[in-house]
């Protein structure tokens, strides 16, 4: 290859969508930084006195910032993508930076609780940010592959746990103060999103039935990689469990996890290369990033019937009044319709409550005697079966889609009802079940991720998925303050009064009180059972309203559309 084919080459692969891809799985990577929220917790609870019921209400805030993302949906309408994911790098970097600060004793005064609520939202916040600039255009530029696309962004969120947690190792040793990772989780996730500023944006262009086949093997690529992160991430985390390592082997361990996260680069090489062979010279000259469109056709004129004046309740009906399912909704059509609101619902006493598990893992395994050690392990365990379940639910839904026209929701009820044994394994306290409840719970929440986001994009279209999307992230935080805050966090406490010798009023004052035992979240584990089941039903119920859409090609305009761009794009070389 000459000096000026490798050149063209180069700019090929920094303007090609996979290259937006291989950047989209990395900002992932670091974006998921609020599921490690169990390891540093503590250190925020002894620090900074807290109650239990205290904990839970920054955790809540946590999990606000992370799920709320209406906001950055409608600045992503109206703004070029990288202002999107500049903004969020810098709300990380501000928000956990205080937090840090805070934790650490380096501000003059302790702050008070709604402070530290607002430090932990603002940095949480980044995270809708980072998935509607990365994760909403990735759908757009590939929206016949967006299971399958959706299941890896999700995964490697999924993954950034342990990822985190193997670097904190790295660089601060095993030594019991977590609140360094506090800092750590404040500038990754921001270098790495700044990093991507340009190159994250919209690239379409036509693909023909065997480049679709050929985008399929290229995923099951980038799956394959993943999938051996997870593998060795799962061997580093039991041999450190069993051996003590020494900063130097954390160390290798960590570069072992980075090396593998670039070894995805190869697979942007691979098809890139395949496309420069086959692409001509004249093509090679237009920007990949530019969209090609057919001409589009004049609207016809309304009919003078329509132009009559209708009364006001009459064009409020017309306004709500839905497409059928798969075209594009507007927001509020969306926000008005029965499909929305069962997605809700499942989506906020489901996910909820795996939430509430999984932002309490660290006070469930001191409750039940685990080390501290242990606790960093459960977590890791979470964030690898999160992963696996993303991966898994995005590729399997994929394919019973195809080959079977399984609805979607369908998939997620049964995803949900399969949480159940983990909420039950937590509420008895099966001696050594915790490490079987992590894995489960952890694959659940993982694998509701990608059906959720792909039900949404599917049923109201994707001209306003970055604000529908961000509005369905909403209920995973109402469900976590339900369930975490006014349930777990006030159970736990009212538990540890008692066996602190006073009256459950006593839980009120600003006392770090500890709960041991099986009883601590018994009661509220049951009710996690009682309402996932419940959002099973509603899952299911949207499975049934939707069997006829499903039965159907969900995918069939975007294969008109690619028709279209495809001759378009024949008329201009030809010209």
């Not at 930084?33 to 390891?39: L, S």
């Amino acid at each position: 290859m000459g000096a000026a084919a490798a050149a063209a080459f180069a700019a090929q692969v920094l303007r090609g969508r996979w290259f937006m891809a291989y950047g989209s799985f990395l900002i992932m990577s670091a974006a998921g930084a609020t599921y490690i929220f169990a390891i540093y917790s503590k250190d925020i609870k002894s620090t900074l006195g807290y109650t239990q019921e205290q904990l839970n209400t920054v955790s809540f805030f946590k999990d606000v910032g992370a799920n709320v993302g209406i906001h950055a949906g409608l600045i992503s309408e109206v703004t070029p993508t990288w202002l999107v994911l500049a903004v969020g790098a810098a709300m990380n970097l501000g928000g956990y930076l205080m937090l840090y600060l805070s934790v650490t004793g380096r501000v003059r005064a302790a702050p008070p609780l709604w402070l530290v609520c607002i430090y932990i939202a603002v940095g949480a916040n980044s995270q809708a940010f980072a998935n509607t600039g990365a994760l909403v255009t990735c759908v757009k530029n590939f929206p016949e592959s967006r299971g399958v696309m959706l299941g890896l962004l999700k995964g490697f969120v999924g993954l950034s746990g342990a990822i985190f947690t193997q670097l904190y190792l790295a660089f601060y040793g095993d030594g019991g103060d977590t609140r360094p990772l506090i800092l750590l989780v404040g500038w990754l996730p921001a270098a790495v999103s700044v990093a991507f500023l340009g190159t994250i944006r919209i690239i379409r262009t036509p693909r023909s039935p065997a480049a679709t086949r050929r985008e399929y093997r290229a995923f099951c690529g980038f799956l394959y990689v993943s999938l051996a992160l997870a593998a060795y991430l799962m061997v580093a985390i039991i041999l450190q469990k069993r051996l003590r390592f020494t900063r130097a082997e954390y160390g290798v361990s960590a570069g072992i996890v980075l090396a593998m996260l670039l070894l995805t680069f190869a697979v942007v090489l691979r098809e890139e290369a395949a496309l420069f062979n086959k692409t001509p010279q004249t093509e090679l000259d237009t920007p990949a990033s530019s969209v090609l469109t057919a001409p589009v056709k004049p609207a016809p004129e309304p009919s003078p019937a329509s132009q009559e004046p209708a009364t006001t309740t009459a064009r409020i009906l017309q306004v709500l009044r839905p497409p059928p399912r798969g075209e594009d909704y507007t927001i509020l059509q969306a926000l008005v319709s029965v499909d929305m609101l069962l997605l809700l619902t499942a989506t906020v006493f489901g996910v909820g409550g795996t939430l509430t598990a999984i932002d309490n893992l660290g006070q469930i395994g001191e409750s039940l005697g685990y080390p501290q050690r242990s606790i960093a392990t459960f977590v890791s365990l979470i964030s690898i079966w999160n992963y696996l379940g993303r991966v898994a639910s995005g590729f399997a839904s994929e394919a019973l889609l195809a080959r079977y026209r399984l609805p979607r929701p369908l998939i997620l009820a049964v995803v949900l009802l399969l949480t159940v044994p983990g909420h039950l394994l937590i509420a008895f306290g099966v001696p050594g079940s915790l490490y079987a409840a992590s894995v489960l719970i952890g694959f659940c929440f993982g694998a509701a991720q990608p059906l959720i986001l792909a039900s949404v994009s599917e049923v109201f279209g994707l001209k306003y998925y970055s604000t529908l999307y961000n509005f369905c992230g909403t209920a995973s935080p109402v469900g976590s303050y339900i369930l975490n805050v006014r349930v777990a966090g006030r159970m736990y406490d009212r538990v540890a009064a008692r066996q602190d010798g006073r009256h459950a009023v006593a839980a009120a004052a600003r006392k770090a009180l500890s709960c041991i035992g099986v009883k601590c979240y018994k009661e509220s584990f049951l009710v996690m059972t009682a309402v996932t089941v419940a959002a099973a039903g509603a899952a299911a119920a949207l499975a049934w309203r939707t069997r006829v859409f499903y039965a159907g090609d969900i995918y069939a305009k975007f294969k008109e559309e690619d028709t279209r761009l495809g001759a378009c794009s024949n008329g201009v070389a030809k010209e």
